[in-house]
Structures are given as C-alpha cells and as structure tokens.
C-alpha cells in the first residue's frame, strides 16, 4: 500500500495558518474537510450584512470573503460575547497519520497530541479515510489536518485479532450501504443474524427493510452478492460508538433468541458469537435447551452429544453460514420426527433413560 498525500490541502491550510498567526479568525465557507467551522455551523446568529461586510455573526461581529483564502475572515466587536463555534475556535496544524495496515490502527503526533484511531477500514482506500480522519478531527475540535497517510504493512497480519481475514463485506438496500460486523443465514438464505456499523441514517433505512421482511444484498470478497431473506420479527440493540460517528447495531432474528420461540415454529437457530471459550460445547447446550423446550418427550442432558451428532447426520440440525462476530451457527427442523430418532437411539442403547 502506498503513502497517501493530499498536497493541495496541505498548501490550502498553509495559507489558512498564516493567516491565523497574523491574528486573524478564518471560518470555511462550508465543509471542506480544512478543519475549520463552517459558515453553516454560526446557524441562526449569521444574518446578511451592509457593505463593507458580508454578514454579521449576531451580535458578535462580522464576516467578510477572501477570495486567495475562498473563506472568510471573522472581525469582533470589541465587548461582545462570541458565539461557542467562534470562543472555543483553535488554530490548526498540519501532522501527517501513520497507519498500521494489520492492526487497522492510525497514530497521529502533532507537537505534544498524540491522537489514535482504531478500527481503521483501509480497503475503503486512503482518500476516504484521510477524508473521515479530518471530519472526526474537526467534529472533536483537535486543531490537528492530516494531509498525509504513511502506511506501513509488518507483514504479520494480526488475524485473530480482526472480524474477517479480507475486505470487511457490506450490507445493501438499494438506498443505503453499511459495512457488516457479523452474520448468519441458513440454507435458504434467510437471515438469522446481522451486525452492522455505519451512520445511523443509513442503520435506519436497512432495520426499515430488515422489519418489512425485503431482501438484502450482501457484498463479500471471494463470495460476491449474496441475497438475504429477513425472518418475521428481530431482536434489536444500538450502540453509539463515541469515537466515530457511527453507530453500531446487531439484529438477531426470533427464531435465535431463548424466549422468542413460538410453539408453531417450524425451525429455530442456534448462535454461537466471538469470546466463547469453547463454541462446540455451547452449540450442543444452546441445542439441548431448545430440544427440550420443543418436544414434548423428555430429554436428558447426557444425551447432547450424542443426539447432536445423530440429528446433524439426519440433516435434521444444518449450518448456518456465519462470518465476522459470529462464529457457529446452526437450524434446527422442529417438525422433524424426533420422537422416530429418539426411539432408534434408544434401541440400539445409544442413549439410555438410566442416569
């Protein structure tokens, strides 16, 4: 991977720290990823103003254009309280990011900052995330631009440390796109589980097609577009991620979640997600539990393993396809004749009523 550079943003915001050491309050005439505020960001207080000024900020002071900076230049009223966009404003400074490629991680130093970014999505390529780098950057109000990326790949990718080996996949509508954190779906392509993380814009728009039950694509390095058939109903939990403006959001179908069941389901799945010690053995309890809820014979936990490995070769428990954050997954048939598998156990003393 290459090192990055945008050196017409570096000139641009070298004539914007010029005039910033000259004492000067320079404002962007909109959001052009300089780090400065924005004209839009004065919101209501900004109002036209008599020559020979452009507007006035409320009460505060004026705006006038500088056609070399295409910004404007702030002028107070001497007394006057500022505005918070314009009494917490910073002078910026130009830092280059280093970006550790496995690790998905950028560090920036600027001076005595030190700023750090996980999670980084370098496959999106390096104009976008030098773009994303600056708006949270100018959101947090740092003072800091990046006008350059210097990648740097150890050659020991930390696999066990990320969600997916390659490009992380993406989740579509039609109308809106986030990048997928896990999943699961069966056989038939319907989807037990889904986590996602974008903006919450975009998050709204797929829970709205994933709640009408309309069929999504999913986009995956090696596999292509997959189409994915929402369930009924689906569990739901948001989470804001405070370093980001993204949120991240996790849709798990009712036929996945303890509880949900319905006693006319005709299948219910099993998940298994990332941090469980040993996800075979959950797989089976997760089985036994729903075995026993679903059937109306008794059944014993020390038949689980057993029963698992005979209901998986009956095609009576199938796979799920899983990926990222999730890594088991199964369906149960829950009109199956389990009551027909029980007996042949039985009969040949696979498994025993005796404890």
């Not at 010690?277 to 008794?298: N, T």
Request: glycine letters at 8%.
């Amino acid at each position: 991977m290459n090192i990055y550079e945008d050196k017409y943003l570096r000139e641009k915001v070298n004539r914007i720290i010029a005039r910033q050491k000259e004492g000067k309050i320079v404002i962007a005439a909109y959001k052009d990823g300089s780090g400065l505020p924005a004209r839009e960001d004065l919101g209501q207080e900004l109002t036209r103003a008599a020559y020979p000024y452009d507007y006035a900020v409320g009460k505060a002071g004026f705006l006038n254009y500088d056609s070399e900076l295409g910004a404007y230049l702030f002028t107070a009223k001497a007394g006057e309280k500022l505005p918070p966009v314009l009494a917490n404003y910073r002078p910026l400074a130009l830092a280059e990011a280093n970006l550790d490629v496995p690790d998905r991680r950028i560090n920036i130093q600027c001076g005595e900052a030190s700023v750090t970014f996980t999670g980084v999505q370098p496959w999106k390529g390096l104009y976008d995330v030098l773009r994303e780098l600056n708006e949270e950057l100018a959101r947090s109000n740092a003072g800091i631009v990046i006008w350059k990326i210097i990648p740097k790949e150890n050659g020991k990718d930390k696999l066990g440390n990320r969600l997916f080996p390659e490009a992380v996949p993406k989740l579509r509508n039609g109308q809106a796109m986030a990048h997928v954190t896990g999943y699961a779906y069966d056989s038939d392509h319907f989807l037990a589980y889904i986590g996602l993380v974008g903006y919450k814009t975009s998050l709204e728009s797929l829970r709205v097609t994933i709640m009408c039950a309309k069929p999504l694509q999913i986009t995956q390095d090696g596999v292509g577009d997959v189409s994915l058939i929402p369930t009924d109903k689906y569990e739901q939990a948001w989470q804001a991620m405070p370093e980001y403006t993204s949120h991240h959001v996790g849709f798990v179908s009712r036929l996945g979640v303890p509880g949900k069941w319905e006693p006319e389901d005709l299948s219910a799945y099993l998940l298994v997600f990332r941090g469980t010690l040993d996800a075979e053995d959950e797989m089976i309890r997760l089985f036994i539990e729903r075995i026993k809820e679903a059937l109306e014979v008794p059944i014993l936990d020390d038949w689980g393993v057993t029963l698992w490995r005979q209901a998986r070769n009956q095609k009576l428990v199938q796979d799920l396809v899983t990926g990222g954050d999730c890594i088991l997954g199964a369906r149960i048939d829950l009109h199956a004749d389990w009551q027909e598998l029980l007996t042949e156990l039985l009969a040949q003393e696979d498994i025993s009523l005796t404890v």
